[in-house]
DNA sequence: CGTGGAGTTGAATACGATCAACACCGGTGG
DNA sequence: CCACCGGTGTTGATCGTATTCAACTCCACG
């Protein structure tokens, strides 16, 4: 769930809004991930539906995050992801983005996108890690203490799908937490 | 699981090999990574040891791959992983890699790390939505199809670590797919 | 209003975990 | 060279957690 470095953020605004309303899908699996979404308010979040028919999601993306499939991207092919709008949202479309790294950034943008890559496989790290070791219980009781103000915009059920576990058993584990507290 | 760029490629080549024994730990939680450990030939493993005691494998290095707590280096924290070796090994140990890469790299050089990362990224994706779709058999599967060669050389056991299954359910899963076959 | 999605709750089920016993080596020392 | 030992993997029985399927409530929104 990174955010944008200084880098991209001058370029975010010099880019014209756009208004998405909820539901809204912005990017479909088989389509050319050639755009990059920057939110400036509301919610976004990427995930794939599996064979079974089940959503997954990989990343929401509030305020200031930027969302898109990056493999899609980065090698143009085309995406596995679904992008659409958790909230009503004002966004910054970014065309042709992969263009934008590989050509002209500088040495000190590089870096900043090194520093950038690297927080996001930490990111990605804590959440393997905590989906090899910890309970639904430990995962939602984590999810809420690291993203407090997700909880409260995010319907449960996709709360539910970004970690692992179905919407009722969600509910359980809710109502098991409020008893303890 | 990332493999080296020829940037670093080219660094480890100058430095003397190590020659490590199976089981040998070269980083421990606590300690400072300030080492990164380039494998010439054999394997390493890194991994957590959680609050119920149960080993967690975050990645297997097998030859040409290099592996480190790398957030506790690049933030020069403490480590929070174990790396060992899985089998006898000849390794690399660079020093203080995080000075490395912030000091003299070249933007060229710097657009390869990019690349690498990402990759990096990738390969974590995969994982977190198989941890979120897939059961136990599905991710053994695709664990051997992925990486047939390691499959042959680590235990069971690691390999049901790394899955986030118990080795019964993995040998259990194993029976299931000859009868499948 | 009334309709449909979100959340809750209950009951039955399934999948994987746990605990325990045992077979099968690979390596070590006598 | 062989006997023993410890670790690895297998199998069985039982348990627990989360899933599935279903019914119902409650709003938000038309």
Redesign the pocket.
């Known amino acids: 769930m990174p955010n944008s470095t200084e880098y991209f953020k001058e370029y975010f605004k010099s880019l014209p809004p756009t208004h998405v309303v909820k539901g809204q899908i912005l990017l479909r699996p088989g389509e050319p991930a050639d755009k990059g979404f920057y939110v400036e308010s509301g919610c976004l979040r990427s995930y794939i539906i599996d064979d079974k028919g089940k959503e997954h999601i990989y990343q929401f993306a509030p305020e200031d995050w930027v969302i898109t499939d990056e493999e899609a991207m980065m090698d143009h092919k085309p995406s596995i992801l679904f992008v659409d709008a958790v909230e009503d949202s004002v966004i910054k479309i970014m065309n042709r983005p992969a263009d934008l790294l590989t050509a002209d950034m500088t040495l000190e943008e590089s870096k900043q996108l090194i520093q950038k890559l690297q927080k996001k496989v930490y990111v990605f790290r804590r959440r393997i890690i905590q989906l090899l070791s910890s ?3 430990e995962r939602y009781s984590s999810f809420v203490s690291t993203y407090p103000n997700l909880v409260q915009r995010v ?3 996709m709360i539910a799908s970004y970690l ?9 584990v ?2 098991e937490l409020v008893g303890k507290k």
């Open positions: 309970s639904a219980e319907p449960q059920k692992g576990i179905t919407p009722e058993s969600l509910s359980r809710r109502k």
